[in-house]
């Protein structure tokens, strides 16, 4: 990858399903915003993070960027080619540089094909590998990159033989055996025993360092993101409200809902005393969402600009991007250390 | 509780409640000391209440099937119970897809304190809800068990809610507890080696530089019986004879017990 990634106002709607009846008695179809308008960049051989709540739509946002759904606005350049404009030969050449790696392991893997198998599709769909002994010699590497090894051991396995780390690992192996420069990898750790999470993370990190891959990693939980990323943004109901550098949103965090998200993680200290500042209620539905800032009727420092104006990304740094009226006003209340 | 479905069964051992073995109690026994004894609140709240029924109703069928009050006085322990809960007592004639799954959760522990029990068994209460709303429910928690005198037995794999609520720890691996003690020394010095390793395998949002360890291997099938220590595959310091025999759970310090041959 040569000049990254860059997201220009994108934007994805949902049409809101309607019963027979209602759709006889109003006109009017209702979207869910899942993706409201949202701008970023990804950097070459960076680990992005994407951090929200539920249904704050950093999934949508991750599928929308390996062109998995089709937006209802909006750019996505991966090295400044818009990836919505391409179609036939062109798409399928730009298929093969980004990957996605899923929450649910369980289903990501073909539960009749053996390992070896599900790993080498990816190279007869894209007609990669001159006959089968070199597929099945690419598959091998890819196994032995995941640390899935000895390889031959693995590659007749099938996925239930496997436990739940070793099949997510599997599932990096089948991502990374096309090459790819870029990897969306969706909240890969969230359903892995604790005690196995570190070594995924650590594989992101070992995959960005030795093969230069990219990464976007979708999470909701923010101690994760602090030990494998280089840069965050926060997402709250389809938009972003703060993007900056590692330390810069864990020292230095600006928007109140970011305040928020850090003061709410447990900490495994039970020395350390909480110092939490909670908002009211929970996310609201993303078909009608506030006017103003969407944060405003939760955040415990919102004015009446709040909820008349919409506040917009800007730079307070170099390194550091927030979307609030009233920014770092909450930051005093967090204790970083 | 002894709510393990057929074909599980208890095949050994006793649950001494207040000074009487449970697990001779029959079923007719036991249904008297569910939900007035002990309650329990379960991981799924979205599935745990009744789709037909209001928030309300759940409670107050609970007050009137277990004890002998008329339904006025069941309503009016119903909307206190509400207040307790942070839920507005506008909304006791709503029904649970109406409510947020963070709400919902409020009224599974209402459920659970509804007839004043001694012990609540909350099972992974927070792991189906988001992180600002699993902290919302963690102050309750703390507020309620403050005023509700409860001792809480809190199931869960989130070590950093440990560290934030409890007061005494048991760790568990592959059906065996391996150490039990308080909980800052048990932070500070783990003494069993799958502590150890759990303690460095979670990261720690407020510390800047971290290096995380993980865990080779995966937990043992409890299919097939294991000879020696069921953690024995796993640990960076097994020995011969922890492949051999397994090591008893004793006590090391006042309160403080471990099951590994390497801390005697």
Not at chain 1, 26 to 35: F, G, I, L, Q
Not at chain 1, 116 to 143: T, Y
Not at chain 1, 278 to 286: A, C
Not at chain 1, 290 to 310: D, N, V, W
Request: aromatic share 6%; proline share 7%.
């Amino acid at each position: 990858m040569k000049t990254g990634i860059k997201v220009e106002n994108l934007k994805k709607y949902f049409p809101v399903q309607k019963s027979f009846l209602e759709t006889l008695l109003s006109r009017k179809t209702e979207y869910v915003k899942a993706v409201d308008g949202i701008s970023f960049e990804i950097k070459p051989k960076e680990i992005f993070g994407l951090v929200g709540e539920s249904g704050s739509g950093k999934t949508t946002t991750g599928k929308l960027l390996i062109r998995l759904i089709e937006p209802t606005d909006g750019k996505v350049l991966f090295d400044d080619v818009n990836i919505f404009e391409l179609d036939g030969e062109e798409l399928r050449n730009f298929r093969r540089r980004m990957q996605i790696v899923f929450q649910d392991v369980a289903a990501s893997l073909n539960p009749r094909m053996s390992i070896g198998e599900s790993i080498k599709h990816p190279l007869e769909i894209h007609r990669i590998g001159e006959n089968e002994d070199e597929r099945k010699k690419m598959v091998f590497e890819a196994l032995e990159k995941v640390g899935l090894s000895p390889p031959e051991a693995f590659y007749y396995k099938y996925p239930h033989q496997l436990s739940g780390g070793q099949r997510q690992r599997a599932c990096f192996a089948r991502a990374i055996v096309l090459n790819p420069e870029f990897i969306v990898a969706d909240e890969p750790i969230a359903m892995i025993d604790v005690s196995l999470r570190a070594q995924i993370m650590d594989l992101m990190i070992k995959l960005k360092e030795q093969n230069n891959i990219t990464f976007l990693y979708i999470t909701h939980d923010l101690a994760t993101a602090k030990y494998i990323c280089n840069r965050i943004a926060i997402m709250y109901l389809g938009k972003i409200v703060e993007i900056g550098e590692r330390d810069e949103i864990y020292n230095n965090p600006q928007h109140p809902y970011t305040v928020a998200l850090l003061s709410s993680v447990p900490v495994p200290n039970p020395k350390y005393k909480p110092k939490r500042i909670i908002p009211k209620g929970e996310i609201p539905s993303p078909i009608n969402p506030p006017p103003g800032c969407r944060f405003h009727p939760r955040c415990p420092i919102a004015t009446k600009k709040c909820s008349l104006e919409e506040p917009k990304l800007e730079r307070i740094n170099s390194n550091h991007l927030v979307a609030c009226h009233h920014p770092g006003k909450t930051s005093p209340l967090y204790d970083s250390k | 509780m002894k709510l393990v479905p057929p074909p599980g069964r208890i095949v050994g051992g006793k649950i001494i409640f207040e000074g009487k073995n449970l697990v001779e109690f029959s079923e007719d026994e036991m249904r008297r000391i569910r939900g007035k004894k002990i309650a329990m609140v379960f991981q799924d709240p979205m599935s745990s209440l009744n789709p037909l029924m209001k928030i309300g109703d759940h409670i107050i069928e609970l007050i009137l099937t277990h004890e002998n009050v008329g339904k006025e006085e069941a309503l009016e322990r119903t909307e206190k119970l509400l207040d307790e809960l942070g839920i507005s007592r506008e909304r006791i004639n709503d029904y649970p897809h109406q409510f947020s799954g963070g709400m919902r959760q409020r009224v599974m522990i209402g459920l659970a304190l509804a007839l004043n029990p001694d012990l609540v068994i909350a099972d992974e209460p927070t792991t189906a809800l988001d992180v600002i709303v699993e902290a919302q429910i963690l102050n309750l928690m703390k507020k309620l068990k403050k005023n509700y005198n409860l001792t809480l037995i809190l199931i869960t794999h989130n070590i950093g809610i440990v560290a934030e609520m409890a007061d005494k720890v048991g760790v568990m691996y592959a059906g065996k507890l391996v150490e039990f003690g308080e909980s800052l020394p048990l932070f500070e010095n783990p003494q069993h080696p799958y502590t150890e390793a759990l303690l460095d395998a979670v990261p720690n949002i407020r510390l800047s530089e971290q290096t995380l360890k993980w865990i080779p291997g995966s937990p043992p099938s409890l299919l097939e019986p294991i000879r020696g220590c069921r953690f024995a595959p796993r640990c960076k310091y097994a020995e011969k004879k922890c492949f051999e025999k397994e090591p008893e759970f004793i006590e090391i310090g006042k309160g403080r017990f471990v099951a590994c041959h390497l801390r005697k």
